[in-house]
């Protein structure tokens, strides 16, 4: 059960940094589209070869903002597969069922997030965590 938890704990700030990494691109000028689009890209360690992305690359802020995406995805996928692993290990046989709970929390953690007050409330604390960025520049592709 304690696997579940942290495994649940671990969605839970992937899936912030995601929308702080998000929110920060924002600030420095990419639509809210591409913002998101990129911040996941570089969480999850895909990359995608695109005028999009080479606009990420060539600015200063938006790559170190990106590197720290790169760098968060990594060490989730650390901790994910290891919590994995020593549920697995404790789950007394029960594989089947320690996956399927596993499923269920992610679906239900993520289908929180997507609740309109979580994230207005998450987005406001993230704007003024990520205030001291420059002002936005909507440049959209």
Do not use: N
Not at 112 to 128: F, K, N, T
């Amino acid at each position: 059960m304690e696997a579940i938890i942290v495994y649940g704990l671990v969605v839970l700030v992937g899936t912030t940094i995601v929308r702080a990494g998000t929110l920060a691109l924002q600030r420095t000028g990419l639509s809210r589209e591409a913002s998101s689009f990129q911040a996941q890209s570089a969480f999850m360690g895909v990359g995608f070869t695109t005028k999009e992305a080479e606009s990420v690359v060539t600015h200063p802020i938006r790559r170190r903002i990106v590197r720290w995406l790169m760098w968060c995805g990594y060490s989730g996928i650390a901790v994910s597969v290891s919590t994995i692993v020593v549920g697995i290990g404790s789950s007394d046989g029960s594989v089947m069922r320690f996956m399927g709970m596993l499923l269920i929390t992610s679906g239900i953690l993520l289908s929180l997030w997507q609740l309109p007050r979580v994230r207005a409330e998450s987005d406001r604390l993230i704007s003024r965590l990520t205030s001291s960025l420059p002002d936005p520049r909507v440049i959209d592709f």
